[in-house]
């Protein structure tokens, strides 16, 4: 009687094994897809399919034939005058006291501005040395420091007073080399102190995705403070009033379509225009890659320092002067830095997806400031698209994007003025 029940119960329900099974292999089927999905959108960046793309990219633009041209030209400098320049300079350091920081005379910025009150140079844009007097306008260079892309490292090194420490006796931090001799002036947000006929523009430039990051952390207001907002920027608009207090809560809330949170109407417009350049609301995403490029002249001869790789491209960039190769991890001031909470650089899968959707023109720029950089060649740019694809990889791929690049012809008219001798 047992035997004959048990037998019909496993009759009434034999249909339910093979369901199971089914079930259990569409769930494998869809992990699987999901798995391959992740994979293709992530990349990997060490195929050689994805290699053989960037390459392909890189060798279809102008950039490859000025990089053959750059690779047979002469130093800007002969071997002897380098030499001159930077024993100068050498000398310099070494008997430098902590004096008074040096003005060029040769400065344009107060010619570009004669209707402002005060149109003299920020303290902050002088250099702790004396420009030798041989080195004409056409042999000096333009420091472009894009705001949290390691500009205050590299202008410590140039001998900028920035970010250097109170006491400049004990911390002087210029590197004698000819890239510290010849880079004369500087352009830093709303200040453009060069001469569009300049000798080359070395540009600090980072991930734009870890730009936006260290931005957006850097600009946070301390409510503890007394005068915790900016006096120029909206910053309060987008921590205080729209509650955006992590970039990841500002890209999910605030970026991400058709989400089903408390951010405003208001709110979204403003993050999108925020992080677009297009509204004064954080300082360095204002001023960002297209603003400092546009406000370069087209002809402009570039060269960059990669953040991720600032030993390797100050000594390339001081070989294609004509100095020596000799800058070392150590001799690298630490500058502008803080401790950050883990909170503060999270980002989840969907957050950089908007991010990244949103930077796309941004992106698109820094690629191209990359390919006419005079010092990177085609394996210095696989190798930054390569660091690239695992933080953007659409983007990265890309030449194009689904939104038109802003016009920001006014906040580059305004920051470079009129030039009247």
Same mark, same amino acid.
């Given at each position: 009687?047992?035997?004959?029940?048990?037998?019909?119960?496993?009759?009434?329900?034999?249909?339910?094994?093979?369901?199971?099974?089914?079930?259990?292999?569409?769930?494998?089927?869809?992990?699987?897809?999901?798995?391959?999905?992740?994979?293709?959108?992530?990349?990997?960046?060490?195929?050689?399919?994805?290699?053989?793309?960037?390459?392909?990219?890189?060798?279809?633009?102008?950039?490859?034939?000025?990089?053959?041209?750059?690779?047979?030209?002469?130093?800007?400098?002969?071997?002897?005058?380098?030499?001159?320049?930077?024993?100068?300079?050498?000398?310099?350091?070494?008997?430098?006291?902590?004096?008074?920081?040096?003005?060029?005379?040769?400065?344009?910025?107060?010619?570009?501005?004669?209707?402002?009150?005060?149109?003299?140079?920020?303290?902050?844009?002088?250099?702790?040395?004396?420009?030798?007097?041989?080195?004409?306008?056409?042999?000096?260079?333009?420091?472009?420091?894009?705001?949290?892309?390691?500009?205050?490292?590299?202008?410590?090194?140039?001998?900028?007073?920035?970010?250097?420490?109170?006491?400049?006796?004990?911390?002087?931090?210029?590197?004698?080399?000819?890239?510290?001799?010849?880079?004369?002036?500087?352009?830093?947000?709303?200040?453009?102190?060069?001469?569009?006929?300049?000798?080359?523009?070395?540009?600090?430039?980072?991930?734009?995705?870890?730009?936006?990051?260290?931005?957006?952390?850097?600009?946070?207001?301390?409510?503890?403070?007394?005068?915790?907002?900016?006096?120029?920027?909206?910053?309060?608009?987008?921590?205080?009033?729209?509650?955006?207090?992590?970039?990841?809560?500002?890209?999910?809330?605030?970026?991400?379509?058709?989400?089903?949170?408390?951010?405003?109407?208001?709110?979204?417009?403003?993050?999108?225009?925020?992080?677009?350049?297009?509204?004064?609301?954080?300082?360095?995403?204002?001023?960002?890659?297209?603003?400092?490029?546009?406000?370069?002249?087209?002809?402009?001869?570039?060269?960059?320092?990669?953040?991720?790789?600032?030993?390797?491209?100050?000594?390339?960039?001081?070989? !294609?002067?004509?100095? =020596?190769?000799? $800058?070392?991890? +150590?001799? &690298?001031?630490?500058?502008? %830095?803080?401790? @950050?909470?883990?909170?503060?650089?999270? !980002?989840?899968?969907? =957050?950089?997806? $908007?991010?990244? +959707?949103? &930077?796309?023109?941004?992106? %698109?720029?820094? @690629?191209?400031?990359?390919?006419?950089?005079?010092?990177?060649?085609?394996?210095?740019?696989?190798?930054?698209?390569?660091?690239?694809?695992?933080?953007?990889? @659409?983007?990265?791929?890309?030449?194009?994007?689904?939104?038109?690049?802003?016009?920001?012809?006014?906040?580059?008219?305004?920051?470079?003025?009129?030039?009247?001798?």
């Amino acid at each position: 009687m047992t035997r004959i029940a048990r037998r019909s119960t496993d009759k009434k329900n034999s249909w339910v094994a093979p369901w199971f099974g089914l079930i259990w292999i569409g769930l494998a089927l869809a992990l699987s897809a999901f798995y391959f999905w992740s994979a293709s959108r992530l990349l990997n960046t060490s195929s050689p399919v994805t290699q053989a793309s960037i390459l392909h990219a890189y060798l279809e633009s102008d950039a490859a034939v000025e990089a053959e041209e750059v690779d047979t030209a002469p130093p800007m400098f002969d071997s002897s005058f380098a030499e001159y320049l930077k024993k100068g300079l050498t000398r310099y350091i070494n008997d430098y006291d902590g004096g008074r920081p040096y003005s060029y005379k040769d400065t344009t910025y107060a010619h570009r501005h004669p209707d402002r009150e005060n149109a003299t140079l920020p303290f902050w844009f002088k250099k702790v040395f004396p420009l030798n007097k041989h080195l004409t306008p056409d042999k000096q260079g333009c420091f472009v420091h894009v705001g949290k892309a390691g500009g205050s490292t590299i202008g410590c090194m140039l001998g900028f007073v920035i970010h250097c420490g109170e006491d400049p006796k004990t911390n002087f931090q210029s590197v004698p080399s000819l890239l510290t001799a010849t880079t004369a002036h500087s352009f830093h947000r709303s200040v453009y102190d060069c001469s569009d006929e300049a000798a080359y523009y070395l540009f600090t430039i980072r991930n734009p995705l870890a730009r936006a990051l260290s931005a957006f952390n850097y600009a946070k207001p301390d409510l503890s403070e007394k005068h915790p907002f900016s006096k120029k920027f909206k910053d309060k608009e987008i921590y205080v009033d729209c509650d955006f207090w992590t970039l990841n809560d500002f890209a999910e809330r605030g970026l991400r379509k058709g989400s089903s949170n408390d951010a405003s109407d208001e709110c979204r417009d403003r993050a999108k225009k925020a992080l677009l350049g297009t509204e004064d609301n954080l300082v360095h995403w204002y001023f960002n890659y297209q603003y400092y490029y546009e406000a370069m002249p087209p002809d402009a001869d570039i060269v960059v320092i990669r953040n991720e790789h600032i030993v390797d491209d100050w000594n390339t960039v001081e070989t !294609l002067l004509g100095g =020596a190769a000799d $800058v070392t991890k +150590e001799s &690298l001031p630490v500058n502008n %830095q803080y401790e @950050k909470k883990p909170e503060e650089i999270y !980002l989840s899968d969907t =957050a950089k997806v $908007v991010l990244c +959707e949103t &930077l796309c023109n941004e992106i %698109q720029v820094y @690629k191209m400031i990359l390919k006419r950089a005079q010092n990177i060649k085609k394996e210095q740019y696989i190798e930054s698209m390569q660091e690239l694809i695992t933080s953007c990889p @659409k983007e990265a791929m890309e030449e194009s994007c689904s939104d038109e690049m802003p016009d920001i012809s006014w906040k580059v008219e305004k920051a470079k003025g009129k030039l009247i001798h």
